[in-house]
């Protein structure tokens, strides 16, 4: 992991937050390029999950919602972890993760097994952020930072189904920030106290619920292999019955291996009707769907995949970081789906004379309207070429003596280093279809 962050920090994927005032614990910057591989992520999960699909459409709500959202979604009284402390070191732990913990006066023993610890007893403490909305800071004003951007499509429900016709089975997605105030964040983007979701709620029958949850596990376990994640760094693991959410009927984790052992990736949870029914019974509107065919109303059950945005990009940096040599020097390279990666492709003059700046420019302008383009004429261009294998770009694009009398260039792939000729009006098709070919490790 720490290779990961130093080469974050180095290249400007990401920054601790206000880093300049000894940062933000768990809070992330996303730097030029990390801005950029994050869009990439969520632009591929909004266009297999919506675009390319004719039942899933897209809502974008807002962050604050009405509190008693959070009442009947069962937030309030429910979304809590055993929070102890420790009266000596005053360090704070989750109750249930205690065994994994180091103790900070003694870190070869957990807290609690050193003579000095002094634990309280566990208390639950909730994680959601407050705030108060309005200039008077009173319990009457008081809104939360909503923890799941889940409850914005449930209380839409009837909104979206009633304007887009939607029949079941149909989805609702949507990407945005969440807020938790976590006990113990940490682990990099692992788990951080503001994240972005990218959570889909689908919408079935009664009955059909078994099925669509089925197929949502594995639907969504391969839309990481699609993008290059390696198959063997990801597992399924059903929860427990004492380990579900107080609205599930099942859950199952789609885990990767990362440097801190497997760990959840995203969730896919059988909702049931628990939600549309509670926000029915306390908003008192009608929330059931009318089944034209049968001439039945009934609540839809719900399979939910909830997948976070900074840890699926945490998952596809630490997938595709690598070492090997090349040309006899040692490089480091990430192997990032092509549509993953920050830039698409880099343009080199081999020469800073001839005229090859001139030309090399003249092609980047060409290619930057059509793909995420990036020019480097600084250094030995094995130097360049480390440099952007060093972020993932997929191709490099060198002008050199020959380009100057039969406008071809060479193209530089990066994982197999080989090289091809082709001529320069040839460049915009053919890193076209690169780019949409299928690519893995
Ligand atoms: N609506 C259901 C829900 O929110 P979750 O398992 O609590 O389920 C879904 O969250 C996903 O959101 C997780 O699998 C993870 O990818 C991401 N996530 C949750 N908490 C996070 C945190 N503190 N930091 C970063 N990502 C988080």
Redesign the pocket.
């Known amino acids: 992991m720490d290779k990961i962050v130093n080469l974050a920090k180095r290249r400007g994927f990401t920054f601790q937050s206000s880093e300049i005032y000894g940062g933000l614990n768990?809070c992330w910057d996303y730097g030029p390029l990390g801005v950029e591989l994050k869009r990439n992520v969520k632009n591929a999960w909004w266009r297999d999950m919506v675009q390319g699909r004719d039942d899933i459409v897209g809502i974008d709500c807002s962050i604050l919602m009405h509190p008693k959202v959070w009442e009947a979604s069962g937030h309030l009284a429910g979304f809590t972890d055993p929070l102890v402390d420790c009266r000596v070191c005053k360090g704070r732990f989750r109750a249930d993760h205690i065994a994994d913990s180091q103790c900070p006066m003694k870190p070869s023993k957990a807290p609690g097994q050193f003579e000095k610890c002094d634990l309280t007893e566990a208390r639950n403490f909730n994680l959601m952020f407050k705030t108060f909305m309005g200039p008077v800071e009173e319990s009457a004003s008081v809104v939360y930072m909503r923890?799941?951007?889940?409850?914005g499509i449930f209380v839409n429900f009837k909104n979206v189904q009633t304007t887009a016709r939607t029949k079941i089975p149909f989805g609702i997605a949507q990407t945005g920030k969440?807020f938790?105030n976590?006990i113990t964040?940490g682990n990099f983007?692992?788990?951080?106290?503001?994240?972005?979701?990218?959570?889909m709620e689908f919408f079935v029958k009664p009955g059909d619920d078994d099925r669509w949850f089925d197929y949502w596990v594995k639907e969504r376990l391969e839309w990481y292999v699609t993008l290059g994640i390696r198959r063997d760094k990801l597992r399924l693991r059903p929860h427990a019955a004492d380990e579900l959410?107080h609205y599930a009927k099942g859950?199952a984790?789609?885990e990767y291996e990362f440097p801190i052992g497997w760990s959840?990736?995203?969730?896919i949870?059988n909702?049931t009707d628990f939600d549309l029914k509670r926000h029915s019974e306390f908003s008192g509107k009608d929330l059931t769907f009318f089944d034209e065919e049968t001439r039945e109303h009934y609540t839809p059950f719900v399979i939910?995949p909830?997948?976070?945005?900074?840890?699926?990009t945490l998952a596809f940096l630490v997938d595709a970081y690598d070492e090997d040599v090349a040309d006899g020097e040692s490089r480091t390279v990430l192997r990032l789906h092509p549509q993953l990666a920050p830039i698409k492709a880099a343009i080199f003059p081999l020469l800073r004379k001839e005229g090859q700046p001139e030309k090399a420019d003249a092609v980047y302008r060409a290619l930057r309207p059509h793909f995420a383009v990036d020019y480097d004429q600084a250094g030995a261009i094995g130097r360049r070429y480390r440099r952007q294998d060093e972020i993932g770009t997929p191709f490099g694009i060198t002008i050199d003596h020959q380009t100057m009398t039969d406008d071809t260039v060479t193209l530089r792939e990066r994982d197999s280093m080989a090289q091809t000729r082709l001529p320069i009006d040839r460049l915009i098709g053919e890193l076209a279809q690169r780019l949409a070919a299928p690519w893995s490790r």
């Not at 959840?264 to 969730?267: A, D, K, R, T």
């Not at 909830?306 to 699926?312: E, L, M, Y």
């Open positions: 768990s923890p799941e951007t889940a409850q969440s938790r976590e964040p983007l692992f788990r951080t106290r503001e994240f972005e979701q990218m959570e959410a859950c984790d789609v959840e990736l995203e969730g949870a909702r939910e909830a997948a976070g945005a900074d840890r699926a």
